[in-house]
Every structure is written in structure tokens, then in C-alpha cells.
């Protein structure tokens, strides 16, 4: 609880990953994938209630030995390649979230985002009495660099000419990385989507905090950083 408000959250792990195949579950450091952000969350000093939705027996028995419990697994609608976390979301709270004023949606794929993360843009959420506060970290390389190709290759005008500059001379842009997302639950409901308001606002992390799961090699660079930490 944080300032009188009841906290839930969710961790959505579907079992079908197709570019990395039983993502959610591959050891990870000592532990598998998902079990990175169950234990942050139970280590957070905010969170009430924390509930994995899951559609893969197999996911729902290692969160249970975290002390998980899995009332269900998620139905088939919400379990396609083409189901929306914020179908996931509504149904979840619709379901489950009677008596919880605050979301944190955690998704297992950025297993180096701490408590220390979570808490912390809990309280950026209360400080600005938010709708909602959404992690983000700066951009690697500048996107002022970046342009699509036309079909032969050609690199004319690729960069706008007031691009052309040192990276140190750009303005840093940010970009969205997965870790954390919060929601007032009155809010998401009244909407059903993930939106950006001016009543939205950015929680930010450092890059390798940042690393989000998606392919092998995402795999493989967190293990490093792991090594290295």
C-alpha cells in the first residue's frame, strides 16, 4: 500500500513465445526468467497482491513455487499471438482487482528491473498524482540517425542537414522499455487501453537496467550483465 492505496500487480506471461520458445521459463542467473520479477515484487515495499497470468501449466507451477497463487490460467482468447496487454489488463482487474486503487504491470522479459525501480516510480506516481507513470531510457544511438531506404539503397537525404551533427550535440530522445507500468485502475477502466494523457508521466532508467527480453540475443547480453553486476 502507498499512500492509502491498495496495489496490485501483474506479471502477463503467456507460454507461446515464438522468437525465443519458452521465454518466460529459461534459466536465468539461477532462476528461471519470470521468477526475476516475482521476487522484486515481493520485495517491494508497496505491493499488496501479486498476480501471474498465465495460459502454460508450466509457468503457472514455477510461480506457484514462489508462493504464487494461480487461480486460473488465461483463457484462449487472451492467449493469441494476437492478444492485447490491455485485453490481458481488463480482464485480469475486471476478474481480480475488486478492492486495489494502483496496477504495476511487470512483464518477466526485463528481469533487471529491482524493487528499488518499482518503488520508486510508485512514489514518482503519487508525487504527481498521475494517471498513469510508464518506464522509459534514453536511446542508445540518436534516432535523428535513422531513416527507412528506398528500395535501391540510397543514402540521399537520409540525414536531415540540421542532423548532422556530434551524437553529444543532439537532444536525447527516450524510448519506452517495457520495465514498469502504472496505472490508476479507475482510469485504465474507464478506458480499457494503454494511453498516453498529460496526466501521464516517465519514470526513467538506465540502459542497462533496460535490457528487455525479446530474442536470444537479448538472452545472451543479460547473462552478461548479470556476470558483470
Known sequence: MINGKKVIAIIPARGGSKRLPKKNILPLNGKPLIGWSIDEAKNSQYIDEI????????????SESYDISIPELRPDELSSDNARTDDVLTY???KFGEGFDIVILLQPSSPLRTSKHIDEALELFIE?????????????????WTNILPENGSLFDFIKPENIKRSQDLD??????????????????????????EGSYAYVMDNKSSIDIDTAFDFEMAK?????R
Open 172 to 197: 536525447t530522445y527516450y524510448r519506452l522499455n517495457g520495465a514498469v507500468y502504472i496505472y490508476d485502475i479507475n482510469e485504465f477502466s474507464n478506458n480499457e487501453a494503454i494511453i498516453f494523457s
Open 128 to 144: 504527481k498524482k498521475a494517471i498513469s507513470v510508464v518506464s522509459v531510457t534514453n536511446c542508445e544511438h540518436p534516432p535523428q
Open 224 to 228: 552478461f550483465v548479470f556476470s558483470i
Open 92 to 94: 485480469t482487474l475486471g
Open 51 to 62: 498476480f501471474v497470468s498465465t495460459d502454460d501449466p508450466a509457468i503457472a507451477d514455477i
